[in-house]
Every structure is written in C-alpha cells, then in structure tokens.
C-alpha cells in the first residue's frame, strides 16, 4: 500500500501571543514543516482613511496617529509635510529640527518594543523588561512634550502643538549620555546568547530579488543588500543636514535585521544629539493665522482679529488648494508614505497611506515555505509588522 | 477554655475566602488588539509592574484566563473573534473595557469599528482614555478587585446577552 501524503491545516491566530497583534495565519503544516502560509488579515481595519475624509485637516492627525501606533510621529510627519507641500508652505528651521528630533526618538522606542517583544519570541523574557524599562524614559520625554505618551499628535500642519519644554534638553542629553549603556545591555543579553543566535541567523531569508519585487522597505530590504533608506534617498525635512550611516546587511535573514535595528538605534541617537546640540532659535511654527493658530495669550485674549481666526480655524479649519501630493518618509519599519488630494475645501477628499507593515508582511509565506513552524516565530518577529499598520 | 478569638485561628466564610484569593491572583488573558495593548504591556514591565497587584501572570490560553483586558479598538470582523475567546474562558470572569475604542469606539465612529465592545461581551470595569496611561489601567484593575471583594455576580451577563441577540 502506497503511502500517503497528509497534510494538517492549521489556524494560528488571531489570537496568539506570537504574531504580535491581530494576525491571522493559515498554515498547512507537513509534520513541523510549513508547506504554505497565508496570511488573513483584516482583524484591525479601522477605517482611517475613510475616517480621515471626513475630518478637517488638522483633526486628521488624530486618526493618523493611531496607525502605526508604535511609532505614532513618523506617520504625523508624512501626513503633516504631504498637507504642507499641497499649501506650499515651508515651516521654519526649528519646525523641522524638533521633527527630525521626534521622529528619531520615535524610532527607537519603536525598535526598542520590537527588540522586547521579538526576544520575548523567543523566550528571553528579561529583554522585554530592560526594553520596556528604557522606553519609559523615551516615553516621558514626549510626554513632557505633547502632553501624552503615546499618540502624541505633536506635529500639526504649519508647525508642532508647542514648543520645547523648559529642561527638555537637560532631560533628553541625560538620556542621551545612558544611551550607550542600554545597547551593551542588550548585545551583553543577546548577541552572545546561543539560542538567540542560533535561532535568527538563517531563518527568514529573502532574496534581493524578492524583496525588490515585492516592494519591501525598512530592514527587511536592507538586509539584503539594498541601501535605501528615504532619509538619504530623497531627503526630507532637512534630513539632509545630519549626518549619519546606513547600515546595510547582506543575508537577509532575521539575525541581520536584528542587527540593522540595533545599529539604526545608534544611528537614530546621533542624529537626535545633532538635533538638540544646534536646535535653531526662532520661531516654531509659521506665521499665518489662516493655517496655524494664533497664541492664546499673546493675541487670541487681547486681539478682536485673533480671536475670529482662532475661531474660524477651529470651526471649519482651513481650506486647501485642490491638488494632490505623496510624501514618503523613512518609518521604524520602512517607507511610511501618505498621499492627500485636496478638492479645495477644509477636509481632504482623499487619504491614502503607503503602510510599510503591509507591504513587508506579503513576504512571510515566502520567508517560511518549507521551514520548520519555529522558524516562522522567527520571522512573524523579524519583519517587525504592527497590525494598526497594516489594516488601517 | 478562651474564647476563639484569642487562638491562633482566622474565621471566615467560604466565599469570602475564594474572593480573597480570586482578587488576588487574577490571570488576565495575553490578547491585545491595538495601542492600548501596548499600554497594557508597559503596565506589566518594569516600571509599573502589575505584579505588584498579582494580576502579571498572562495567559496566552483564554482557558487559564479569568480575566479580559479589552485593549484597543475592536474592528466588526473581530468581533465574533472576540466573543469566542470570552466563551471559552472558564468561570468566574470578567472583563475591563481599556480605552475609549473598547468603551464606545473613540474617534472611530465609522463603519469598520464596534461601537462599545460591551454590545458582545459583559464589562466590569471601563477604563477611559486614548490610550489609557499604565496608572489609569492600574486603578482599574484596583476597581475590580474592589469588585471581587464586594461579590456579586460579575457583570449583567442576562442583560449582556439579551442585548446581543437583539441587535442585527
């Protein structure tokens, strides 16, 4: 009697502590090898963009925020400089220092969250605790900033909700010079951990080629070989007057990418302490009381004139020129894009996001064809997706 | 022979015993949907440090749960998800609704988000916020051992249930 072939179809998720939210896997499963994977995805669609159509300019950034909620500033900034560039508008020097700043802090509290919970995977518990412990002091610094913790909504269009805080630059050089500490911490913890290892380098590989054709972004393209970063490649936000490295792998697999972000962590903080160490003085957002508020106490309470703008701003927000415009910017995960068509009212008639998780998350069933099921832990880990990101 | 009270020896009621011990040890489920999940993690890390209140042990199988955090929006096609996992939780359980989304559906009020996950399953304790601070998460988890200690069924199932079936 022949023997015969059996497979095992099984559902993993969307409950399941290891795909790191609401994902949906379809796997069907030869023994412990994945013959093929699909992921179902859908489990966190939230309208944002839909939702956003029917918001004023300014109140979208709200539902924008909530997106990639692990790194709520970058999403803000390529909604903010997509809207910007439909009003050509140029915010001032210092506008586009503390966005730059921001967005680096943001980076690595995305990254420090995924190095936490990537490592919690693959049972290093203790990870998380030191990871989560550090991003408090990164979280506080927003706090001290916007007001809240996380989705902060800090940049708004023509400029940011406030300016610095006073001892925000104390605070951030205190964290800045512990920086150090933290990532021996975690290279102490991992990089010389068997298991850690043994369990990245060589699982979740992708070609070149692959990843090009499927249109990856971030770590999961830089891995394997491909050096591009929208920081350097079309500079925004001056960007291009920092200087800083991007860390290209080879391989391609889950270990590089660990170490790509470990290294983007160093970069993020250089970039952060050029940022602090020649912020400009001036102004913080532009002078136009048609788009960006006037101060309350300045103009608002002793200005009839103010006061009607304020109002108006607040009422029916400002209108924009009919026109369209992309705007990508480099996110935690990779090339974060919004795209904004304006019809020359005050709410956008189209918002429409290029949402890195989404992309990335189209190379799993690749990563993990005729791999073992552990090896796909491995690599739901290492393409770092947030399912906000994802469904929208 | 002295009276009782002067021994070494604790008296109380059954129930009041097993509340004791069931506020004291609650398993939340590990299941989290979006931004407040993350809260919900931080309050479990270093900083906040829920085991403080020994509600750290999450369980990634809803059947060693006896507690829900509903952290985060719940979009239509989770809904039923959701509901599932509440059902195989053993009892008794209970629920905290975290953040505006969970609650009422926070600034999502279009097509794709439940309006208040409480039109699937019986909440206990609702959390306010967007997402809630770890303190805030905290403080309700304190309600709710208030509300162990204090008994009582845990939530209007009936009620709950009934409201389920008659919507659409």
């Not at chain 2, 905290?138 to 008659?166: E, M, V």
């Amino acid at each position: 009697m022949a023997e015969e072939k059996r497979s095992l179809t099984l559902n993993m998720g969307p409950q399941h502590p290891s795909t790191h939210g609401v994902l949906r896997l379809v796997l069907e499963l030869d023994g412990e090898v994945v013959r093929r994977c699909e992921p179902v995805i859908g489990y966190l669609h939230t309208g944002i963009e839909k939702t956003a159509e029917n918001l004023t300019y300014n109140q979208a950034v709200t539902v924008i925020d909530r997106m990639d909620y692990l790194s709520p500033l970058t999403n803000n900034l390529a909604y903010v400089l997509a809207v910007e560039k439909l009003l050509g508008i140029t915010v001032p020097p210092r506008t586009r220092t503390i966005r730059v700043m921001f967005s680096e802090l943001s980076r690595i509290a995305s990254h420090l969250v995924w190095l936490g919970t990537a490592a919690m995977d693959m049972g290093a518990m203790s990870v998380f605790f030191y990871c989560f412990r550090e991003r408090e002091k990164i979280l506080d610094l927003i706090e001290m900033t916007a007001g809240t913790r996380m989705n902060p909504s800090y940049f708004r269009v023509g400029g940011l909700l406030a300016d610095l805080p006073d001892g925000f630059s104390d605070k951030l050089g205190a964290l800045l010079d512990e920086f150090p500490t933290w990532l021996q911490n975690y290279r102490d913890l991992l990089g010389s951990n068997l298991l850690w290892v043994e369990r990245l380098r060589g699982a979740a590989v992708i070609s070149k080629e692959d990843a090009l054709a499927y249109g990856l972004t971030g770590q999961t393209l830089r891995s394997t070989g491909v050096d591009l970063d929208l920081r350097k490649a079309q500079p925004y936000s001056g960007y291009e007057d920092f200087t800083f490295n991007v860390p290209v792998r080879q391989h391609g697999d889950a270990y590089d990418r660990y170490e790509l972000r470990l290294e983007e962590m160093v970069e993020s903080a250089g970039i952060v302490r050029q940022a602090i160490e020649r912020l400009p003085d001036g102004p913080w957002h532009i002078d136009d009381w048609r788009i960006f508020p006037p101060d309350k106490h300045q103009h608002v309470e002793r200005d009839m004139e103010a006061l009607i703008y304020h109002f108006k701003l607040f009422t029916q927000g400002f209108k924009v020129p009919p026109g369209e415009a992309y705007q990508g910017v480099e996110g935690p995960r990779g090339e974060i894009g919004c795209y904004v068509v304006a019809d020359g009212t005050a709410r956008p008639m189209r918002v429409r996001v290029r949402a890195p998780s989404f992309y990335n998350l189209q190379s799993l069933p690749l990563m993990v064809k005729d791999r073992l099921i552990a090896d796909l832990i491995t690599a739901i880990g290492s393409i770092d997706i947030v399912l906000g990101d994802v469904d929208r | 022979m002295g009276s009782l009270e002067d021994r070494p020896f604790l008296l109380t009621s059954v129930d009041r015993m097993l509340r004791w011990a069931q506020k004291n040890s609650i398993w939340p489920a590990q299941f989290g949907l979006a931004c407040c999940a993350i809260e919900m993690m931080s309050t479990a890390a270093a900083r906040f440090d829920l085991a403080r209140f020994g509600a750290e042990v999450m369980r990634a199988s809803p059947r060693q749960a006896d507690l829900m955090i509903v952290a985060g929006r719940v979009a239509q096609k989770m809904a039923p998800v959701l509901r599932q996992i509440y059902d195989q939780m053993p009892d008794p359980k209970w629920v905290i609704s975290m953040g505006a989304c969970a609650s009422c559906g926070g600034v999502f009020n279009n097509y794709a988000i439940l309006q208040g996950v409480d039109r699937v399953v019986p909440v206990d304790v609702y959390v306010p916020g967007c997402p809630p601070t770890p303190e805030q998460l905290l403080d309700g988890i304190i309600k709710l051992q208030q509300k162990i200690t204090a008994g009582g069924i845990p939530a209007n199932r009936g009620h709950a249930l009934a409201q389920t079936a008659g919507r659409p």
